[in-house]
């Protein structure tokens, strides 16, 4: 497959810097709140539990929503309002934490309603990025946007412990704020053309179409399923890591921190040499890495339970972030390529319920496999789980893409080309 390098629209440079803007602010201060929670309240377990459910329910409730939001609205709105919305969440517990009156109640809501915009944000980017650039360029935009999100990760958890340690708690808030007050002003002057006059529909006739259209097409439904099955897989073995690494491969902390770094790497290199892989490969090819990544990944920490060793579950997260980010630039530019502008947003939160809707299905899994069969049990069924994905997309219509041209012909020919 042939790969197009071409200067990027001004306007998708100025979304996609916003969107680095807000990826930034969001990680900071997803890692300031357990800190506040922990520091300024002493948190238990349970109640940083909580809190990280706060962060991930809205996923779930509101995805589909939103989506038919950024199909109905003019998508520069909502994307504004998204990021004012977690900017003026984070503007609050900055109040709050100086004027001490914060409380645990409090910072959960807070962490919800921030949540809110995130998923917003989340869905409507999908849907603006091909408003914004040539179909040649998807791939391009969507390493670019990749990069940005891989660099948030390594950085961004790391930033907010620093503050947090050197100038308190509500240091990370603050820069959260900033970061988040600079991606508006760059969205204010965005230019986004307007969606289709379509007729405005039922809502549910708008979502049983989408849904419809994300079945019936073997390409979409090929990336839906696998990303439920890889988030299943990735969460069993997310909910056992740390005990397993600590009790088992007599992991320091620090150990710990550098293999849950080590995706974020990943995710920095697999963005990196994405365009030369995509030069060699086939579209489907590039996408085959992805659950190639995870079962090699699943592999290398399963390894562990005959050779325990910290290197193998380094290995194992570089590979779960080197893997996914390639599937990531490739399956969303597809998806883009593939859907109708007009439907971009709905069928965008059907893969985010897919992604955020498997998370809990995995740790509840990995509850009751450990119960009985252990951390043990627990590595041995992800493995299995990561191996049937990768069969699976080995023998689908997507493994078979050559081009993004030839993804988009799935609209008149499901069966692929």
Same mark, same amino acid.
């Given at each position: 497959m042939s790969s197009v390098t071409s200067k990027l629209p001004r306007s998708f440079v100025r979304v996609g810097w916003s969107g680095v803007l807000v990826q930034f602010a969001e990680q900071v201060s997803l890692a300031a709140a357990p800190l506040v929670a922990v520091l300024v309240f002493s948190a238990s377990p349970a109640q940083t539990a909580v809190l990280q459910v706060a962060h991930t329910l809205p996923f779930l409730l509101f995805a589909i929503p939103v989506g038919l939001l950024v199909d109905r609205l $003019? =998508?520069?709105?909502? #994307?504004?309002? &998204?990021?004012s919305l977690r900017a003026v969440t984070l503007a609050?517990?900055?109040?709050?934490?100086?004027?001490?009156?914060?409380?645990?109640s409090q910072l959960v809501l807070i962490g919800f309603l921030g949540a809110v915009g995130t998923v917003a944000f989340s869905v409507a980017m999908p849907a603006v990025v091909p408003q914004l650039v040539d179909r040649d360029?998807?791939?391009?935009? $969507? =390493?670019?946007?990749? #990069?940005?999100? &891989?660099?948030?990760?390594?950085?961004?958890?790391?930033?907010?412990?620093m503050l947090a340690s050197w100038l308190g708690a509500s240091s990370a808030f603050v820069v959260a704020t900033t970061l988040c007050v600079l991606g508006i002003l760059l969205l204010l002057r965005l230019d986004i053309p307007p969606q289709s006059g379509a007729p405005r529909r039922p809502i549910l006739r708008d979502l049983r179409e989408a849904a419809r259209f994300g079945w019936s097409t073997p390409v979409l439904r090929t990336i839906i399923l696998t990303s439920f099955g890889f988030n299943i897989g990735w969460f069993i073995i997310q909910a056992i890591f740390v005990v397993y690494a600590v009790d088992i491969l007599l992991m320091t902390p620090v150990h710990v921190g550098y293999a849950l770094a080590a995706s974020g790497v990943g995710m920095a290199v697999g963005a990196a040499v994405s365009p030369a892989i995509t030069r060699r490969l086939s579209l489907g090819g590039a996408a085959l890495l992805g659950p190639l990544g995870g079962f090699g990944a699943a592999l290398a920490l399963a390894a562990t339970l005959v050779a325990p060793t910290s290197v193998l579950a380094m290995l194992s997260y570089f590979l779960f972030g080197f893997?996914?980010?390639?599937?990531?630039?490739?399956?969303?530019?597809?998806?883009?390529?593939?859907?109708?502008?007009?439907?971009?947003?709905?069928?965008?939160?059907?893969?985010?319920?897919?992604?955020?809707?498997?998370?809990?299905v995995g740790a509840a899994l990995a509850a009751l496999v450990s119960v009985f069969w252990g951390t043990t049990g627990c590595l041995l069924l992800a493995t299995a789980l990561f191996a049937a994905q990768l069969l699976y997309v080995a023998l689908s219509p997507l493994a078979k893409l050559r081009s993004l041209q030839g993804a988009a012909a799935t609209n008149a020919d499901p069966s692929g080309g």
């Open positions: $003019n =998508r520069r709105t909502v #994307l504004i309002v &998204s990021e609050l517990a900055i109040v709050l934490l100086v004027t001490e009156v914060l409380t645990f360029q998807l791939i391009q935009a $969507n =390493r670019w946007v990749e #990069l940005g999100r &891989s660099a948030a990760l390594i950085a961004g958890p790391a930033s907010a412990g893997g996914p980010v390639i599937w990531a630039i490739t399956t969303t530019s597809i998806r883009q390529a593939i859907t109708p502008v007009e439907m971009l947003g709905r069928v965008s939160s059907l893969l985010v319920v897919a992604t955020y809707g498997a998370r809990p």
